[in-house]
Every structure is written in C-alpha cells, then in structure tokens.
C-alpha cells in the first residue's frame, strides 16, 4: 500500500485554502476534482463560484478581488490556455494577486509527452506570461501552495500551482 504522502488529497488543497484566507474559488466543474468540488461545497467559509468556461474564471477573480475578497482560480491546463487573453489583461494587466490552482494533465516525473500532448505547452505558456508556479505533486509539497500565495501577495501578480498528481483520490 503507497504511504499517504505519495498522493495528493483533497483534504489537503481545501487546508491549504482554508489556511490562506480564501473566500470563493473560481472554477469550471469537471469530473476530476469532484470529490475536492464536494469538500469545498460543503466548507461554510467558501464559496463556489462556477463559470461556463475558463476564459471567465479572472475577471470573475478579478472582481472579486476589488470587491475585498480572496478568490482562487481552480482549472486545468487546457483551460488555462484558452484563458491566455483574460489572465494577461484581466491578471496581468490589473495587477491581481490570485493563485491559479492547475490540473497538469499530461504531465509525468519522467517526460515522454508528446510534441502537441497540453503539458509539453503549460509551463512555457506560463513562462511566457511571466507567470511563476509552483509543482505540487503529493501531500508533502502542499506548503508551495501556502508559497504561491505568499508570492501572489507579495507581487500583486497572479501565480500558479501546477497539480501535477492528475487529482489522484479526487473521485472516491
């Protein structure tokens, strides 16, 4: 049986957002973060803000920010891309300090991705933007997430942290 600290659960990436002070996460619902959906729906002090698709996702933070409050942007790396307009504009351009919470799909430790496979394009799409991030893969890196708000703060940019565990446990 894998030890604990193998995975990534989302038990953990709801403490981690509990402990940083977030009050509503942005997101497209999909079929790998259910079970986190779940925990989120039902912690009092979040709310869930869904979106029709990722290109919403930071203007919705954005005005959230404005407006006092502490969002997270919960997508996928595909999704991320199909936002690239909106993050420069309405992230970049603004200066809103919100961390990006990314499902690396494609990703593995080792590479082997194919040339057009989404992971071989997300971290250069973030480098390109100028956008740091952090790779999470298990319950023992969670603390880089507390570090991408930090940073977030810090810069008043929008900062990324890729999960690169493919939301392992995240359907129970």
């Known amino acids: 049986m894998a030890q604990q600290h193998a995975q990534l659960?989302?038990?953990?990436i709801l403490m981690e957002f509990k402990k940083?002070?977030?009050?509503?996460?942005?997101?497209?619902?999909?079929?790998?973060t259910n079970w986190?959906?779940?925990?989120?729906?039902?912690?009092?002090?979040?709310?869930?803000?869904?979106?029709?698709?990722?290109?919403q996702a930071m203007p919705t933070?954005?005005?959230?920010?404005?407006?006092?409050?502490?969002p997270v942007v919960l997508i996928q790396n595909t999704g991320m891309m199909e936002s690239g307009d909106a993050i420069r504009g309405w992230g970049l351009g603004l200066n809103i300090p919100v961390v990006l919470v990314v499902?690396?799909?494609?990703?593995?430790?080792?590479?082997?991705?194919?040339p057009s496979d989404v992971a071989t394009f997300t971290e250069p799409f973030l480098f390109t933007l100028g956008i740091k991030?952090?790779?999470?893969?298990?319950?023992?890196?969670?603390p880089r997430i507390s570090l991408a708000f930090e940073e977030a703060d810090r810069?008043?940019?929008?900062?990324?942290?890729?999960?690169?565990?493919e939301y392992h446990g995240f359907n129970r």
């Open 20 to 32: 940083n002070g977030v009050t509503h996460v942005v997101t497209l619902p999909d079929s790998e």
């Open 9 to 12: 659960s989302p038990e953990t």
């Open 155 to 165: 810069t008043n940019r929008p900062v990324a942290v890729l999960i690169a565990d």
């Open 103 to 114: 499902g690396y799909r494609g990703w593995t430790r080792h590479g082997g991705n194919r």
């Open 133 to 142: 991030y952090f790779i999470v893969e298990n319950n023992d890196d969670s």
């Open 61 to 70: 933070a954005a005005g959230l920010t404005v407006g006092g409050k502490k």
């Open 36 to 55: 986190l959906y779940l925990l989120m729906d039902a912690e009092s002090t979040l709310d869930i803000v869904p979106v029709s698709r990722e290109g």
